[in-house]
């Protein structure tokens, strides 16, 4: 989740040009509608939408205790989530207690969606409280198909799961919910919202290999250096592939690219990106050696570049600028640039990157600037609060009857527990070189205050992991990774441990009443 809005508009160049892929597990399991309203609270509305979800029965056994694992689908089509159903962690911890489990598609995304358009007006139904809300009213009235028990929460304990912003939602259900969530699992969650993460790019910095993280380094440095020099700016930029590009800024954000893949790599091979590695090895191809990363050479026009910077700007000329089609009359400026407000401003449906711009600009912010003077940066020092910002002012222009904030309010998040958000049976899960581990109760940057990982309330690292590693597995789990393989195995034991622990309320309270 880098917020760079270069990110999200190359990300759909890479789909223009066809490289995206399919996911069909939808046709596994069938989909199930749930009316939710669209506002809980002020009744601004009396509209519905139909919350999407899917269900995975196979290893259900009716009996008491048996558990509802809830997956919950984040920032995304929940179609997407549908890995985790059917070999992930859902599957993992159904067949374990004799349970079901269910994605649980989140408003906004995929189908579950409420509104016309997604203009400023439309989407001020999205925000963490709404959503929230969606789960626990989900929870106390759900009636599933082909299955005769009651399974709404009380009658039976669910355990809810969540990786990366699904994470602080599964941890912020826990605690706000403590009667319908009897579990959680919080994993990469990111319950520190914070205006500014420079600190993301910093974890890359230091888990990635030591001669790529000073090519990046030294490369950085250079280009913030020939950007301030007049006669060599348009020579670099041409370097790059970019002479068209008007503004630094968007020069420099476009840099950025390679970096967001790191978060994308995985423990198994089949979804794991190889991007960074790809990077990095171009990146380093004439630098075998750290004493070789200082090695510099003299181009044509005057311009001096450390080699790495070379082939920096060859990876981005094959691999990003080609991307944008200009044989379909697109420039360079069309494709990287940000000035025009007007290309922001479609609400359509179809431009589904809005709901998660939406929510970043007000309410979880994460802003990726450079980091503070004195330490070494992998991203231009150009990239500050003001660039990153801009894209919520020129997407969300003040409606009817909402206007964003002018900074995003991350209070309403941290108000929830923030790095000390806590409670029995909610478990922690984090990736050792996760770049979102510095926002959650895992974080090395401060804030956070070391725990003790016990049955009740696990708090566990992933040695080497990266984003949310305990979600996806595979239909034999014997052939993952010795880690991933621990990792789910305590997780079904302190799941089995915590449903020991299980009573009915109602049974409890008839029994009360017979003494």
């Known amino acids: 989740m880098v917020w760079a809005f270069h990110i999200i508009w190359i990300s759909l160049l890479v789909v223009l040009v066809g490289t995206g892929g399919s996911n069909a597990l939808h046709e596994h399991f069938s989909v199930q509608t749930f009316t939710q309203p669209l506002d809980h609270f002020d009744n601004t509305t009396d509209a519905t939408f139909q919350q999407r979800f899917w269900v995975n029965t196979r290893h259900y056994k009716p009996r008491h205790g048996s558990p509802v694992i809830v997956i919950d689908g984040g920032e995304t089509n929940g179609e997407d989530r549908l890995p985790f159903l059917d070999t992930g962690v859902g599957d993992i911890l159904a067949r374990a207690t004799g349970g079901i489990a269910v994605v649980l598609e989140h408003r906004y995304y995929g189908k579950s969606v409420g509104v016309q358009n997604f203009s400023t007006d439309s989407l001020r139904w999205l925000n963490n409280e709404q959503a929230l809300e969606d789960s626990a009213n989900f929870m106390r009235n759900v009636k599933f198909e082909n299955i005769n028990e009651n399974l709404t929460a009380r009658k039976t304990p669910w355990i809810y799961y969540g990786g990366s912003y699904a994470g602080a939602r599964a941890a912020h259900m826990r605690v706000l919910y403590p009667d319908l969530v009897f579990g959680a699992i919080a994993s990469s969650a990111v319950t520190h919202a914070v205006l500014m993460n420079w600190e993301y790019m910093d974890v890359i910095r230091f888990a990635s290999d030591p001669i790529c993280s000073s090519n990046l380094v030294n490369s950085i440095?250079?280009?913030?250096?020939?950007?301030?020099?007049?006669?060599?700016?348009?020579?670099?930029?041409?370097?790059?592939?970019?002479?068209?590009?008007?503004?630094?800024?968007?020069?420099?954000?476009?840099?950025?690219?390679?970096?967001?893949?790191?978060?994308?790599?995985?423990?198994?091979?089949?979804?794991?990106?190889?991007?960074?590695?790809?990077?990095?090895?171009?990146?380093?191809?004439?630098?075998?050696?750290?004493?070789?990363?200082?090695?510099?050479?003299?181009?044509?026009?005057?311009?001096?570049?450390?080699?790495?910077?070379?082939?920096?700007?060859?990876?981005?000329?094959?691999?990003?600028?080609?991307?944008?089609?200009?044989?379909?009359?697109?420039?360079?400026?069309?494709?990287?640039?940000?000035?025009?407000?007007?290309?922001?401003?479609?609400?359509d449906l179809s431009e589904d990157w809005r709901p998660w711009v939406f929510q970043y600009c007000t309410q979880w912010g994460y802003l990726t600037t450079a980091p503070p003077v004195g330490i070494p940066t992998i991203i231009s020092r150009?990239?500050?609060?003001?660039?990153?910002?801009?894209?919520?002012?020129?997407?969300?222009p003040p409606g009817e009857y909402y206007k964003v904030p002018p900074l995003p309010n991350v209070t309403a998040v941290n108000v929830l527990g923030d790095y000390h958000i806590a409670a029995d049976r909610l478990a922690f899960i984090d990736g050792e070189v996760d770049p979102w581990r510095p926002y959650t109760p895992h974080s090395t940057y401060g804030g956070a205050e070391e725990r003790e990982d016990t049955v009740v309330r696990p708090f566990k690292i992933i040695p080497g992991g990266v984003h949310h590693w305990d979600e996806n597995g595979l239909r034999k789990g014997e052939k993952e990774p010795k880690k991933i393989r621990q990792i789910h195995s305590e997780m079904v034991e302190f799941v089995k441990a915590w449903l020991e622990d299980w009573e009915d309320p109602f049974d409890e309270a008839m029994h009360s009443n017979r003494k």
Not at 382 to 396: R, S
């Open 221 to 347: 440095s250079m280009i913030d250096s020939l950007l301030k020099i007049g006669p060599l700016r348009g020579r670099l930029k041409s370097l790059f592939g970019l002479s068209e590009l008007e503004s630094d800024k968007d020069f420099a954000s476009v840099l950025e690219y390679p970096l967001s893949t790191w978060q994308d790599q995985n423990w198994d091979p089949a979804v794991s990106s190889t991007t960074f590695d790809q990077f990095c090895a171009t990146l380093n191809g004439d630098t075998p050696t750290l004493k070789d990363t200082e090695r510099m050479v003299l181009l044509a026009g005057g311009l001096k570049a450390n080699i790495a910077l070379l082939n920096y700007a060859k990876w981005i000329r094959e691999n990003i600028v080609v991307l944008c089609p200009q044989d379909m009359g697109l420039t360079v400026e069309d494709c990287f640039g940000t000035n025009e407000d007007s290309k922001y401003q479609i609400t």
């Open 382 to 396: 150009l990239l500050d609060i003001d660039y990153e910002h801009k894209i919520c002012i020129q997407a969300f």
